[in-house]
């Protein structure tokens, strides 16, 4: 039972390039999330998810997108990187709305 | 749209001194989690409170959830070196359904 695997954990991307974050969760759950977390700004929601097939925005959403295929999946994606979005980037499952959070590891991500 | 406030940002205390850090929201919330961030870790559930005027306790950790629901608080007695870390309050109001939305969080440092 891994819970929440994230990959890759380290990244390094030139501006305008892009890259696809992966979220695998094996614990059946139906909510899943992304958060970036920057220095003094706690973790701000980037998008959500609150079961297969479905996604929805969170504060931050501009230039990132997901996909959620299977409800085991959970795919965050830069089109076009940019220094703005340098950040540790941490996914999150939970079972239902009132359930808590499992966080990945994380991912950092720098773009130059 | 939905706010959730922390303070203090950063917290130093000696060994053996009290902690407390507030969270303050502009609505109503419908439950409150607190979580648990180690330095270079992720966040780690603590614990959930629902009920109006609840008071939780964890051995030395006090949650406390305000009679209005708007504000919250998390009280560490004769804090330990093992107790550094960052501390964040998530709390999502019933009309964003699945939307949880994180404080900036407390950087606490405990000095031996």
């Known amino acids: 039972n891994a819970g929440v695997t994230q990959t890759p954990k380290f990244r390094v991307l030139k501006t305008g390039q892009s890259m696809t974050l992966l979220c695998a969760q094996d614990?059946?759950?139906?909510?899943m999330y992304w958060y970036r977390q920057d220095p003094g700004m706690g973790l701000r929601l980037i998008h959500y998810?609150?079961?297969?097939?479905?996604?929805a925005k969170g504060e931050v959403p501009d230039g990132y997108n997901v996909s959620r295929l299977k409800k085991q999946n959970f795919l965050l994606g830069l089109e076009s990187a940019a220094p703005s979005q340098t950040s540790v980037y941490f996914c999150?499952?939970?079972?239902?709305?009132?359930?808590?959070?499992?966080f990945g590891n994380g991912t950092r991500l720098t773009v130059t | 749209g939905q706010q959730v406030m922390q303070i203090p940002q950063y917290q130093h205390v000696q060994e053996g001194e009290d902690f407390t850090t507030y969270c303050n929201s502009s609505?109503?919330?419908?439950?409150i989690q607190w979580y648990k961030q180690r330095p270079g870790g992720h966040p780690v559930f603590l614990i959930q409170?629902?009920?109006?005027?609840e008071v939780k306790k964890q051995k030395r950790l006090t949650f406390q959830f305000g009679e209005a629901k708007k504000n919250s608080s998390l009280h560490i007695t004769a804090t330990q070196t093992t107790d550094v870390g960052t501390y964040f309050c998530?709390?999502?109001?019933?009309?964003?359904?699945?939307?949880?939305?994180f404080g900036q969080g407390t950087i606490l440092t405990v000095h031996p």
């Open positions: 614990m059946n759950h139906e909510y």
């Open positions: 998810s609150v079961g297969e097939g479905t996604t």
């Open positions: 609505t109503t919330l419908s439950n």
């Open positions: 409170l629902v009920k109006s005027g």
């Open positions: 998530a709390g999502w109001v019933g009309t964003s359904y699945g939307k949880l939305t």
């Open positions: 999150a499952s939970r079972r239902g709305a009132n359930s808590p959070l499992h």
